[in-house]
């Protein structure tokens, strides 16, 4: 079953104060001429795998087909992908990968992940430039991989699987690429830049481990503080979509079903106001359970992706940007 709620109450409320819905492109902010810089992190739902070509049920290949009102827009009058020249993507985390943004930024070309969606969102909202810089490993944890130091103290990371290395893989893409922009971006020009955003998709390999569960607000917590203290930027705009692989409808007698719940409730969590007022205003938080589609409706019955599903990760990613964008114009006002 699904739910018509989409994302959290919190973000919601934000969505409506900045008159933006689900419906309508987002109002423009004006340009102040500098470069605007997001960084889209996590594991293996963040690198992304929606599925673009087959005449399976799920791709994008089919759902322009059968909902042509809803995804029409997204190709030309030939039926290509459109290419969006104000959203350029840096992609550090296996090999490098540059480009304006369009299809084939998950997983391989034939793939997209939230960074797509989320792009043709925030691209939208701004009148400057945007850049993407995506950091995203499958298989890592918020546990291990990316624990940010105020979790746990422990040496500096060298090598891929030590504590820590995704996190500080993170920052070391973000300061080589604004250190050396000419060489990551072409179009730049030396205006200057602003990051101006965080968009956070993980937890699958957490919720598997009541341990990781058990403690996963608390990392999380600490991941935003320290991302937010070691890039200098105090009030740094946090999304965090949850893990809603499976959905709503997890069976009763499922025995993962109270840590992975669990899991996706702490990671909204970060988004209540009241529970965190220092993140009031400036972390949202996105409900992914109602882009759960089952295997009859996707190309795989990877469930841990979900099922590979193009429509689910489009979902995602402009869920990702319609909250980035409130919390973005809550703070102009």
Same mark, same amino acid.
């Given at each position: 079953?699904?739910?018509?709620?989409?994302?959290?109450?919190?973000?919601?409320?934000?969505?409506?104060?900045?008159?933006?819905?689900? *419906?309508?492109?987002?109002?423009?902010?004006?340009?102040?001429?500098?470069?605007?810089?997001?960084?889209?992190?996590?594991?293996?739902?963040?690198?992304?795998?929606?599925?673009?070509?087959?005449?399976?049920?799920?791709?994008?290949?089919?759902?322009?087909?059968?909902?042509?009102?809803?995804?029409?827009?997204?190709?030309?009058?030939? *039926?290509?992908?459109?290419?969006?020249?104000?959203?350029?993507?840096?992609?550090?985390?296996?090999?490098?990968?540059?480009?304006?943004?369009?299809?084939?930024?998950?997983?391989?070309?034939?793939?997209?992940?939230?960074?797509?969606?989320?792009?043709?969102?925030?691209?939208?909202?701004?009148?400057?430039?945007?850049?993407?810089?995506?950091?995203?490993?499958?298989?890592?944890?918020?546990?291990?991989?990316?624990?940010?130091?105020?979790?746990?103290?422990?040496?500096?990371?060298?090598?891929?699987?030590?504590?820590?290395?995704?996190?500080?893989?993170?920052?070391?893409?973000?300061?080589?690429?604004?250190?050396?922009?000419?060489?990551?971006?072409?179009?730049?020009?030396?205006?200057?830049?602003?990051?101006?955003?965080?968009?956070?998709?993980?937890?699958?390999?957490?919720?598997?481990?009541?341990?990781?569960?058990?403690?996963?607000?608390?990392?999380?917590?600490?991941?935003?503080?320290?991302?937010?203290?070691?890039?200098?930027?105090?009030?740094?705009?946090?999304?965090?979509?949850?893990?809603?692989?499976?959905?709503?409808?997890?069976?009763?007698?499922?025995?993962?079903?109270?840590?992975?719940?669990?899991?996706?409730?702490?990671?909204?969590?970060?988004?209540?106001?009241?529970?965190?007022?220092?993140?009031?205003?400036?972390?949202?938080?996105?409900?992914?359970?109602?882009?759960?589609?089952?295997?009859?409706?996707?190309?795989?019955?990877?469930?841990?992706?979900?099922?590979?599903?193009?429509?689910?990760?489009?979902?995602?990613?402009?869920?990702?940007?319609?909250?980035?964008?409130?919390?973005?114009?809550?703070?102009?006002?």
């Amino acid at each position: 079953m699904r739910r018509t709620t989409s994302i959290s109450t919190a973000t919601m409320l934000l969505m409506v104060l900045a008159n933006i819905t689900f *419906g309508e492109p987002p109002k423009a902010c004006p340009a102040n001429g500098k470069l605007k810089i997001f960084i889209l992190s996590g594991q293996s739902n963040m690198v992304g795998f929606g599925q673009l070509p087959g005449d399976n049920p799920g791709t994008m290949e089919t759902l322009l087909k059968s909902n042509a009102k809803a995804y029409g827009h997204l190709v030309d009058k030939d *039926g290509k992908p459109i290419v969006r020249h104000d959203v350029w993507i840096v992609n550090l985390s296996y090999e490098e990968k540059t480009g304006w943004l369009t299809t084939g930024y998950g997983a391989s070309e034939g793939h997209i992940g939230p960074e797509y969606a989320f792009g043709f969102v925030v691209g939208n909202y701004y009148e400057d430039p945007v850049l993407i810089i995506k950091s995203a490993w499958g298989g890592r944890s918020l546990y291990t991989n990316f624990l940010s130091p105020s979790s746990k103290d422990y040496p500096a990371p060298k090598a891929d699987g030590d504590t820590g290395y995704q996190y500080a893989e993170i920052l070391r893409h973000v300061k080589e690429i604004t250190d050396d922009l000419k060489q990551y971006y072409p179009e730049y020009t030396g205006q200057g830049y602003e990051i101006v955003g965080f968009g956070w998709h993980q937890g699958g390999n957490d919720r598997i481990n009541q341990a990781a569960v058990d403690v996963y607000e608390s990392n999380m917590k600490n991941f935003i503080e320290d991302i937010r203290r070691d890039l200098a930027i105090e009030r740094l705009p946090f999304v965090i979509a949850n893990t809603g692989m499976e959905g709503w409808g997890i069976p009763e007698t499922a025995r993962y079903k109270k840590k992975v719940e669990k899991l996706m409730e702490v990671q909204l969590a970060l988004a209540d106001g009241k529970k965190y007022p220092e993140f009031k205003g400036n972390v949202a938080g996105v409900e992914t359970r109602d882009f759960w589609r089952d295997r009859a409706e996707s190309p795989s019955g990877q469930n841990y992706h979900w099922n590979r599903n193009w429509e689910t990760y489009y979902l995602i990613g402009k869920g990702m940007g319609d909250a980035m964008v409130g919390l973005l114009a809550n703070e102009r006002h």
